[in-house]
């Protein structure tokens, strides 16, 4: 099994940046594909952002294309989201995922951490 612990959330302003974290522990595997979701109220959930295994290739959801950087650090089983320029439209909880094969496909992604709240005020 793989657990999966977010941190980083909170309240911030419009314009503000954060940066989430991921820390994978367990049954771990630097070869699974890492991504973020989230889901605001009364909306489904929504992929985020995706990186393979090699942290060369990264997915971005058009919303948020220029703004958020995914990356990963496998020595240490983290996974990360950079979130500028945010926006309220931005605020959901954001969830880690992670899984084997394609990162560009949310059906990969079977281990799920517990969340974490991102609240951004206009």
């Known amino acids: 099994q793989v657990q999966l612990v977010e941190s980083g959330g909170g309240l911030v302003q419009a314009g503000d940046s954060l940066r989430l974290s991921c820390a994978a522990s367990?049954?771990?595997?630097?070869?699974?594909?890492k991504g973020w979701f989230r889901q605001a109220p009364g909306k489904e959930r929504e992929f985020v952002a995706g990186?393979?295994?090699?942290?060369?290739?990264?997915y971005f959801v058009d919303s948020v294309k220029g703004r958020f950087i995914i990356s990963r650090d496998n020595s240490k089983n983290t996974v990360y989201l950079q979130m500028n320029s945010l926006k309220p439209e931005d605020t959901a909880i954001y969830y880690c995922?992670?899984?084997?094969?394609?990162?560009?496909?949310?059906?990969?992604?079977?281990?799920w951490g517990q969340g974490t709240q991102v609240t951004v005020s206009s």
């Open positions: 367990g049954r771990t595997f630097s070869s699974h594909a």
């Open positions: 990186i393979n295994r090699s942290g060369g290739s990264q």
């Open positions: 995922a992670a899984g084997a094969g394609d990162y560009r496909d949310v059906r990969v992604y079977k281990y």
